[in-house]
T-cell receptor, first 115, second 113 residues
Framework: EPEVTQTPSHQVTQMGQEVILRCVPI?????FYWYRQILGQKVEFLVSFYNNEISEKSEIFDDQFSVERPDGSNFTLKIRSTKLEDSAMYFC?????????????FGNGTRLTVT | DQQVKQNSPSLSVQEGRISILNCDYTNSMFDYFLWYKKYPAEGPTFLIS?????DKNEDGRFTVFLNKSAKHLSLHIVPSQPGDSAVYFC????????????FGKGTLLTVNP
């Protein structure tokens, strides 16, 4: 069964450094998302991306964050200058359609540790 | 901000019996609800969903019930199997949104052989 793949599985970085988290969504999917889960807390929505632009974003997704689909297969999340509180599990997800007409599929996540 | 609440952090059930996981929500704008299962070191896996125009949806051993007046939904797993042991998340989507989901904190289900 096709799946969403994320790399790396674990990323350690120093505060103030830039990180790029990478995702390969399911190949025929059109809607792409990033979520995160801080340890012990809920899974939280960050951003949705469709037709090469952001369609929705949360308050968490401030100017330090950006997303890009640089080619036909990858979908990336960049954090420009990491803070300690950015430490979390980051999940990429994709769906064939929006509006809930097809399931949202998640990758296995990238654990980001900011020291 | 607890728009989606799963009040039971854990549930333990015997193999073969029914597991019932509960979820409450407060936002009247939610119109689509999903259940995800999550194993350690993996991402959430979609299980079953229900639109607010329905009150029940069934898929094999999994049934989701929605009570809109009570703003309550539940996931029934019958019969429960040891492989069902995982964290179960309830999630809800606001009308007009795509998959901007609001998640509950999850319930750890343990199915004992």
């Amino acid at each position: 069964e096709p799946e969403v793949t994320q790399t790396p599985s674990h990323q350690v970085t120093q505060m103030g450094q830039e990180v790029i988290l990478r995702c390969v969504p399911i190949s025929n999917h059109l809607y792409f998302y990033w979520y995160r889960q801080i340890l012990g807390q809920k899974v939280e929505f960050l951003v949705s991306f469709y037709n090469n632009e952001i369609s929705e974003k949360s308050e968490i997704f401030d100017d330090q964050f950006s997303v890009e689909r640089p080619d036909g297969s990858n979908f990336t999340l960049k954090i420009r200058s990491t803070k300690l509180e950015d430490s979390a599990m980051y999940f990429c997800a994709s769906a064939l359609t929006g509006q809930g007409r097809s399931p949202l599929h998640f990758g296995n996540g990238t654990r980001l540790t900011v020291t | 901000d607890q728009q989606v609440k799963q009040n039971s952090p854990s549930l333990s059930v015997q193999e073969g019996r029914i597991s019932i996981l509960n979820c409450d929500y407060t936002n009247s704008m939610f119109d689509y609800f999903l259940w995800y299962k999550k194993y350690p070191a993996e991402g959430p896996t979609f299980l079953i969903s229900i639109s607010s125009i329905k009150d029940k949806n069934e898929d094999g051993r999994f049934t989701v019930f929605l009570n809109k007046s009570a703003k309550h939904l539940s996931l029934h797993i019958v019969p429960s199997q040891p492989g069902d042991s995982a964290v179960y998340f309830c999630a809800a989507r606001e009308r007009g949104s795509n998959y901007k989901l609001t998640f509950g904190k999850g319930t750890l289900l343990t199915v004992n052989p």
